[in-house]
């Protein structure tokens, strides 16, 4: 870059990350030599494998008993991470689920609920989940007895039923007050199970719940099954979990929770997905239910109330959000806390307090206290760490001096982009038109009456003085406005007003004039993103990845890195890289990568060389007009006039939302009214 | 007693909790209006100050019911409580948004809403660990006048109490409509960044607005403990939530519709309780909650003070 004056975000570019050497980095020097994916393998073996041992080494039910628990936990931190740390979505009412999955397993598995004796229970009688019992005097009852492992997935299914009947109208809403929304359902189940004593037993709770069962042995009280099933269920779901997290649905999620609404316009269909964040969540948390109360034989509905909802939070956030080891970790820390170090603790400062003839020391119960802990490590890990101790997102190594290099160069782009679906230009109706377009906000129409023919495979640009509606016109063409009057036909077809992922499907890509990007992902992943419309992966496909999902996977990928070829080494070498380490002109670069991903017929393009000094803005100028060549239409929002000059087959003006001129460049800038749109009066009369 | 007399006996109850509502729902609607943020913070400087309360009258030789004031001594006793504690409530406020929230200020998302969750826990937990988790008999100085409305009962403990809200309340209309810091105020709730260019502190506004919400949770405190003669640490929740639905549904950021949504959760509550059953007013006033914010974020009177994109 020698020749090119840098700009600031250039320099920025340049700076490499160093990491300080620590005694601890050095310390572990020699581990770096083990390949990344063996030294995964040898620390989750090992992992595993002291967990099987645990309670043959420990040998004192106590501590099984509290590890046990602390299973239960993990796995609702599980839970809780999908819908919070992935898809971003702040749920303060998570023990709602939770209480859903205990009481289904608890009513159905417990003599709570005796409904007399019909014909209708035979076939339950005879899979053996109810009996007829006979009381003396009094007609015959049934009594349940469900099995648990029946009811594990079963409570999952309905809590996740659950979680879809209340997310479906409230997802909508934003972060804080989908929160507080949240938060309220979870104060109403507790009082609803309390309310409902015939089905519940109310405050009382439930007793007597049946323990499970498995070859002939039951579980009873003894703590060791249980611990051993409530290890398998955390390897299932930290299984389920990173499967997810590493797919199309893990990567949708993320996107909403970075921004939500370019998530909407690079196809992701935004309630559907957190709908189903929502409702595994749920599902994780109802599962979590049956095993935690068949362990207990009783449930009270003071075992689901807010605290509980606050304590899997605090594990989250301790953990760290979005990250998968972290939120297992934190679980086991807090747990740990309460079960031995606080009462150890507690018993030393009554010690103390005999010692100093303290009143107040001897009768101190610091278990009661884990909850100002819990405070103090919300309010800590905000505001110094974020990231929790585990982080979701780890920082890349600095590029080297020669994958930085990237000088100016012209004459377009050099990949051929073959996936892309050609468009004949013969077809008989244009790629774009709008008739009569009108938005009004409050008093202001913002766009009005716009009628615009783009042909396909050319490349169109809007202009117009700043406010005089261009970006509304995109919003509207793309599905985040709605327009107040006339329609949109993209190839003949009326896609007014549909939702901003089907527009995406349709064919129609955008990008943002505020950048939009998915910050906290890395430059592939953002692509990918983009990819969505595209691709069929669904949650069950994600897990289990057959080997069409594995192909489609491969494809996409494949796809992304030959679309980052685009712009030759400026974004290919920062595959690994988070967006938000990019430059400003890089990040520009992204979002038309992003947008191209989704193999687009018409590309929008929101001021794309704001912010890129004269030589970047020639190079981009040259790639997008090789994107005309390769069967993409364009229509193009730019101030710089001389791209305009450059690349546009035909220049629209827009001024306070009116379409007030059409033409070539040339026309458009010797016409009257443009000229007195952008210089005034005086300047049109050529005074 | 007629049905008449019972509606007319639950109108007095439902005011006086919704004059507590009013004052403690104006702290939400507030900090919400300035910078966005729900703070669960609130729900236990409201606990605080109700137990900050407590001990100024206690260090004035009243403990429980028994003595009674009467004249001077029974409006200084109280003026002094009411001052001290809202002076000390929003010396708290303060502290809380300087400390934990300022740095906060600028990351996006839902960060600071769960450090205010934080915050309130350790109000919570030093409260239970310092005072301990037995209910406190409250001081209450207020002779046992009353009259007669029908039959209903009107007791001056209500009046003093409707009278201590509609003042506050009437002092802040003034301060945001007529002061200088006012203007200032819903200045910077309207555009932080305008506000700062033409000169406004904005800093400092806000940690006016945290003073003066906690100032009003704190008087709400106080007029807990002297309506139901006990106070604990377990009263921020429910209270505060109940409060934070009264913000919501008079429209979050909306002064008016806050102290409005008040009197109606107060009315419901009483209402509700009598009509309906007891155990089942907190369902209906967390559904309010729930149908509010999904059909009419707005608010019922549909003139939220502010929409920011």
Avoid at chain 1, 272 to 278: D, E, G, Q, V
Avoid at chain 1, 628 to 638: F, M, N
Avoid at chain 2, 260 to 274: T, W
Wanted: charged fraction near 15%; aromatic fraction near 8%.
């Amino acid at each position: 870059m020698a020749d090119v004056s840098p700009s600031p975000a250039a320099e920025t570019e340049t700076i490499p990350i160093t990491q300080p050497r620590s005694f601890w980095s050095a310390l572990a020097a020699p581990v770096r030599w083990i390949p990344e994916v063996t030294r995964k393998r040898v620390g989750l073996a090992l992992v595993f494998g002291g967990a099987l041992l645990f309670p043959i080494i420990v040998r004192n039910g106590g501590d099984v008993d509290a590890a046990a628990n602390a299973c239960a936990f993990a796995i609702l931190a599980l839970g809780l991470n999908i819908v919070v740390g992935f898809a971003g979505l702040l749920d303060l009412g998570y023990a709602a689920f939770f209480a859903i999955g205990a009481y289904v397993y608890g009513i159905l598995a417990s003599g709570q609920v005796t409904p007399p004796w019909n014909d209708a229970w035979q076939a339950l009688q005879w899979l053996g989940l109810v009996s007829r019992y006979h009381i003396e005097g009094a007609p015959d009852v049934v009594q349940l007895h469900f099995s648990f492992w029946l009811m594990l997935p079963g409570a999952a299914v309905v809590a996740a039923l659950f979680g879809i009947l209340f997310g479906a109208p409230t997802l909508r809403l934003k972060g804080d007050y989908l929160a507080i929304v949240t938060l309220g359902f979870g104060e109403i189940v507790p009082i609803v199970v309390r309310n409902t004593p015939k089905l519940t037993n109310g405050a009382m709770g439930l007793n007597g719940v049946n323990s499970p069962q498995a070859f002939g042995y039951r579980f009873g009280v003894n703590s060791t099954p249980y611990y051993y099933l409530g290890v398998f269920m955390i390897a299932l779901l930290i299984f389920i979990s990173y499967r997810l997290k590493d797919s199309r649905i893990g990567r949708a999620w993320m996107a909403i929770r970075e921004d939500e609404i370019a998530a909407g316009a690079m196809g992701v269909n935004r309630s559907r997905l957190k709908l189903l964040a929502f409702a595994i969540g749920a599902a994780f948390a109802g599962a979590t239910g049956t095993f935690y109360i068949a362990k207990l034989t009783t449930a009270t509905p003071d075992m689901f109330q807010f605290p509980v909802s606050v304590m899997v939070l605090v594990m989250v956030v301790l953990g760290g959000m979005g990250s998968v080891p972290g939120v297992v970790l934190g679980a086991l820390i807090l747990q740990l806390l309460q079960s031995w170090f606080l009462q150890d603790l507690t018993q030393w400062t009554h010690a103390l307090g005999r010692l100093v003839h303290s009143e107040w020391l001897q009768q101190l119960e610091l278990v009661q206290g884990i909850e100002l802990i819990f405070g103090i490590i919300l309010v800590m890990m905000m505001l110094y760490r974020r990231g929790g101790l585990i982080p979701a997102t780890r920082r890349t190594a600095a590029l080297s001096m020669t994958e930085q290099a990237a000088a100016p160069s012209r004459g377009g782009i050099g990949v051929s982009l073959s996936r892309l679906e050609k468009v004949e230009a013969s077809q008989g109706s244009p790629m774009l038109e709008t008739v009569g377009l009108t938005k009004r906000f409050g008093g202001i129409s913002a766009v009005r009456d716009v009628n615009l023919i783009i042909p396909s495979h050319t490349v169109v640009g809007l202009i117009g003085p700043n406010g005089s509606g261009k970006t509304t016109f995109f919003n509207i063409v793309t599905g985040l406005d709605t327009p107040d009057g006339g329609r949109v036909l993209f190839l003949g077809e009326d896609v007014t007003g549909l939702p901003a992922h089907t527009i995406v499907e349709k064919g129609i890509a955008r990008t943002f004039q505020t950048l939009r990007l998915f910050n906290n992902m890395t430059v592939l992943e953002n692509v990918l993103v983009g990819m969505h419309a595209r691709t069929r992966t669904n949650a069950v496909g994600a897990v289990f990845r057959p080997p069409s999902t594995r192909a489609e996977e491969r494809e996409s990928r494949e796809w992304a890195i030959e679309v980052l070829h685009i712009f030759g080494n400026r974004l290919a070498p920062r595959v690994n890289h988070l967006a938000s380490s990019l430059s400003y002109a890089n990040r520009r670069r992204l979002e038309i990568a992003r947008a191209i991903a989704s193999r687009p017929k018409l590309l929008l393009l929101d001021e794309p060389t704001a912010g890129m000094n004269p030589a970047e803005t020639l190079e981009l100028a040259d790639q997008i007009r090789s994107l005309r060549t390769i069967g993409i239409t364009v229509l193009l929002i730019e101030h710089k006039m001389n791209v305009v000059n450059e690349i546009s087959d035909k220049v629209a003006v827009l001024d306070y939302g009116e379409k007030i001129a059409e033409g070539t460049a040339q026309e458009v800038q010797r016409n009257d009214d443009v000229i007195r749109a952008y210089l005034g009066r005086t300047a049109a009369a050529g005074v | 007693m007629t049905l008449r007399d019972i509606l007319v006996q639950q109108i007095i109850n439902g005011l006086s909790l919704g004059a507590m509502y009013s004052l403690l729902a104006l702290g939400f609607t507030m900090v919400y209006g300035i910078i966005e943020l729900i703070n669960f913070a609130h729900f236990n400087v409201f606990m605080v100050g109700s137990f900050i309360a407590m001990w100024v009258l206690q260090s004035l030789g009243l403990v429980g019911q028994s003595r009674v004031l009467l004249g001077l001594p029974l409006v200084g006793a109280l003026s002094l409580a009411l001052a001290s504690t809202m002076l000390l409530s929003g010396g708290i406020g303060v502290l809380i948004e300087r400390t934990a929230l300022r740095p906060m200020r600028n990351v996006p998302g839902t960060a600071s809403m769960i450090t205010t969750i934080g915050v309130s826990y350790i109000l919570f937990n030093i409260i239970l660990l310092t005072v301990g988790a037995a209910s406190q008999n409250y001081p209450n100085p207020m002779p046992r006048i009353s009259w007669d409305l029908g039959g209903a009962v009107l007791r001056l403990r209500e009046v003093l109490l409707w009278s201590v809200s509609l003042v506050l309340m009437g002092l802040l209309q003034v301060f945001v409509r007529r002061t200088k810091m006012g203007k200032a105020m819903r200045a910077t709730a309207q555009d932080q960044e305008a506000a700062r260019m033409m000169g406004v502190e904005v800093d400092q506004i806000i940690m006016l607005t945290f003073f003066i919400g906690s100032a009003l949770a704190g008087a709400a405190g106080l007029i807990f403990g002297l309506y139901y003669n006990f106070t604990s640490f377990i009263i921020g929740y429910t209270a505060g939530l109940r409060a934070f639905t009264a913000a919501v549904l008079g429209g979050i950021g909306n002064i008016m519709g806050a102290m409005l949504g008040g009197v109606i959760i107060g009315l419901i509550e009483s209402l509700g309780g009598q009509f309906l059953a007891v155990r089942w007013t907190d369902v209906i006033i967390f559904s309010i909650l729930i149908l509010v914010l999904v059909f009419r974020p707005t608010g019922i009177f549909g003139m939220s003070a502010h929409q920011k994109s």
